[in-house]
T-cell receptor, first 113, second 118 residues
Framework: NAGVTQTPKFQVLKTGQSMTLQCAQDMNHNSMYWYRQDPGMGLRLIYY???????DKGEVPNGYNVSRLNKREFSLRLESAAPSQTSVYFCASSEGQVSSPLHFGNGTRLTVT | AQTVTQSQPEMSVQEAETVTLSCTYDTSESNYYLFWYKQPPSRQMILVIR??????QNATENRFSVNFQKAAKSFSLKISDSQLGDTAMYFC???????????????FGKGITLSVRP
């Protein structure tokens, strides 16, 4: 019953440091997504992957890179963290078919000082 | 581009009463899907209910139902017999219909914080 697993749950970075957020799903879903959640802003799409081997930019991609390592895993990398990237990050997956709902991980709270 | 608006940032309701959360959206699409997600303090995002735009009948899931007004582009969530466990942030979301094999993305509103009072 794992669903979508994100690691780590919490992270504190200094400005300029880099890190990778990991995401894995065990539901054999085709599509995977990275969102960020900020107070008063809802969830905004950073990047998504429609299927293994493809990635596309979402609404707020600047400062991030992604890798769809295989069908299960979709990682998000911050090359040089900035305070504006302080947020809660959610990974999600879906079957990728029309109207398929998204299944979310439990989020990563990232603070950049 | 689609936009989703949740104009009420906070609401409060007495336990066992009924509450309605508002959502409006803007789109030029004729075929799409609408969702309500719940985010309790645990931070987990939970799908509450889904509505297909081509269906005139409003979706229901136990105590949760929607009032979908396509012409008005309105999609409100009604929670009946509110329970303490309903305390959460609620997000309205939009997904446009795409061809088979293409990718669909969710666009979220800013959310509304609902507090259920004992």
């Amino acid at each position: 019953n794992a669903g979508v697993t994100q690691t780590p749950k919490f992270q504190v970075l200094k400005t300029g440091q880099s890190m990778t957020l990991q995401c894995a799903q065990d539901m054999n879903h085709n599509s995977m997504y990275w969102y960020r959640q900020d107070p008063g802003m809802g969830l905004r799409l950073i990047y998504y992957s429609a299927s293994e081997g493809t990635t596309d930019k979402g609404e707020v991609p600047n400062g991030y890179n992604v890798s769809r390592l295989n069908k299960r895993e979709f990682s998000l990398r911050l090359e040089s963290a900035a305070p504006s990237q302080t947020s809660v990050y959610f990974c999600a997956s879906s079957e990728g078919q029309v109207s398929s709902p998204l299944h979310f991980g439990n989020g990563t709270r990232l603070t950049v000082t | 581009a689609q936009t989703v608006t949740q104009s009420q940032p906070e609401m409060s309701v007495q336990e066992a009463e009924t509450v309605t959360l508002s959502c409006t959206y803007d789109t030029s699409e004729s075929n799409y899907y609408l969702f309500w997600y719940k985010q309790p303090p645990s931070r987990q995002m939970i799908l509450v209910i889904r509505q297909e735009a081509y269906k005139q009948q409003n979706a229901t899931e136990n105590r949760f139902s929607v009032n979908f007004q396509k012409a008005a582009k309105s999609f409100s969530l009604k929670i009946s017999d509110s329970q303490l466990g309903d305390t959460a942030m609620y997000f309205c979301a939009f997904m446009k219909h795409v061809a088979a094999g293409a990718n669909s993305k969710l666009t979220f509103g800013k959310g509304i914080t609902l507090s259920v009072r004992p």
